[in-house]
């Protein structure tokens, strides 16, 4: 009776054990990565307004995020995004759009990437109308 006691309390600590492990690596390992593509810096743009014939200047300073290229470029891909996996398993989470330009049909296809963790990608989305948006 003893024994069984002793390795289902055994067991339980080692499963809960790796689990923690498991856990604490995976917070670890991913951010360094994931905060890789977006800089933040600021921008000083001067501000005039007149108030009672007088003319005040203020400076206000803006912040802008830069995000690097998409991962589909060719280019970048090397450089940047080596934890983009192969075309086949990208296509599965990504929307093919159509564009239309100087009367002639091309594709381009524009990823999406999922917001919810599927393995191998990083909290990123794009939106249509601009750049890639990290979180």
Same mark, same amino acid.
């Given at each position: ?10 067991? @339980? *600590?080692? @499963? ?11 917070? @670890? ?12 810096? #600021? ?5 005039? #307004?007149? &108030?009672?014939? !007088?003319?005040?200047?203020? $400076?206000?300073?803006? =912040? #802008?995020? %830069?995000? &690097?290229? &998409?991962?589909?470029? !060719? ?6 995004? &080596?934890?983009?996996? *192969?075309?086949?398993?990208? %296509? =599965? ?9 100087? *009367?002639?049909? $091309? /594709?381009?296809? =524009?990823?999406?990437?999922? @917001? ?8 990123? %989305?794009?939106?249509? #109308? %601009?750049? /890639?948006?990290?979180?």
């Amino acid at each position: 009776m003893k024994k069984i006691v002793y390795s289902l309390i055994f067991s @339980t *600590g080692m @499963t809960l054990f790796a689990g923690l492990g498991v856990v604490a690596f995976g917070l @670890t390992a991913a951010p360094s990565e994931a905060d890789a593509y977006c800089r933040t810096y #600021y921008r000083r743009s001067k501000h005039c #307004y007149y &108030r009672f014939g !007088r003319r005040y200047c203020t $400076y206000r300073s803006r =912040r #802008y995020t %830069s995000c &690097r290229p &998409r991962c589909s470029v !060719r280019r970048f891909r090397r450089k940047y995004c &080596r934890w983009v996996p *192969g075309r086949n398993v990208r %296509s =599965r989470h990504c929307r093919t759009r159509r564009y239309y330009r100087r *009367g002639y049909r $091309y /594709r381009n296809r =524009r990823c999406y990437y999922t @917001t919810r963790y599927v393995p191998g990608y990083r909290k990123c %989305s794009y939106r249509w #109308y %601009s750049k /890639r948006v990290c979180n």
